[in-house]
T-cell receptor
Framework: DQQVKQNSPSLSVQEGRISILNCDYT??????FLWYKKYPAEGPTFLISISSIKDKNEDGRFTVFLNKSAKHLSLHIVPSQPGDSAVYFC????????????FGKGTKLTVNP | NAGVMQNPRHLVRRRGQEARLRCSPMKGHSHVYWYRQLPEEGLKFMVY????????ESGMPKERFSAEFPKEGPSILRIQQVVRGDSAAYFC????????????FGSGTRLTVV
């Protein structure tokens, strides 16, 4: 049973445009969410996170939005750059400060020049 | 400051052999996490350790798998009597303290069981 779902295996956008990556979760016990980026043959790199007490967090070109009622979060990248081409993973952490993360299967983003 | 170092990068084992995966955390980091990524899947949590202690092993298979993080030296993930289904990428991460996921991952060890 997948508790964190990324329903789009891939996404292709033009350089300079906005990339929107989506993530849905099913477990109400999650209260902290993260996005990671992963290049081939490398480990994931932490990008940005958001606590369930917020609905938006911004860091440079990256913004994460959280809709608790819909159990949905999204990562916006503006403007998209070719170097952003990678697999993006959504992850969630349980209430109580759990160190254990539950990951989605990832979305492969391709930014075309 | 070197990142999280995992070795070997690639490991091939025959069915029934033992696999030992090593992880040296970043300098100053005393918290280590192991995750496994099966083909076409996301990362799955296996175990969380601090120096000499296993804090959370809820993701570890009940048999054949063990992990340690001794006072001196790297963290070791040990898989006894490997089977084809153990073929995966194993990632280690570290943090200086409890961090709720904002930790640094290594580049992984790709285990292939033949």
């Amino acid at each position: 049973d997948q508790q964190v779902k990324q329903n789009s295996p891939s996404l292709s956008v033009q350089e300079g445009r906005i990339s929107i990556l989506n993530c849905d979760y099913t477990n109400s016990m999650f209260d902290y969410f993260l996005w990671y980026k992963k290049y081939p043959a490398e480990g994931p790199t932490f990008l940005i996170s958001i606590s369930s007490i917020k609905d938006k967090n911004e860091d440079g070109r990256f913004t994460v939005f959280l809709n608790k009622s819909a159990k949905h979060l999204s990562l916006h990248i503006v403007p998209s750059q070719p170097g952003d081409s990678a697999v993006y993973f959504c992850a969630a952490s349980y209430q109580g400060g759990s160190e254990k993360l539950v990951f989605g299967k990832g979305t492969k983003l391709t930014v075309n020049p | 400051n070197a990142g999280v170092m995992q070795n070997p990068r690639h490991l091939v084992r025959r069915r029934g052999q033992e696999a030992r995966l090593r992880c040296s955390p970043m300098k100053g980091h005393s918290h280590v996490y192991w995750y496994r990524q099966l083909p076409e899947e996301g990362l799955k949590f296996m175990v969380y350790l601090q120096k000499e202690n296993i804090i959370d092993e809820s993701g570890m298979p009940k048999e054949r798998f063990s992990a340690e993080f001794p006072k001196e030296g790297p963290s070791i993930l040990r898989i006894q009597q490997v089977v084809r289904g153990d073929s995966a990428a194993y990632f280690c991460a570290s943090s200086p303290s409890r961090s709720r996921g904002g930790y640094t991952f290594g580049s992984g060890t790709r285990l292939t069981v033949v």
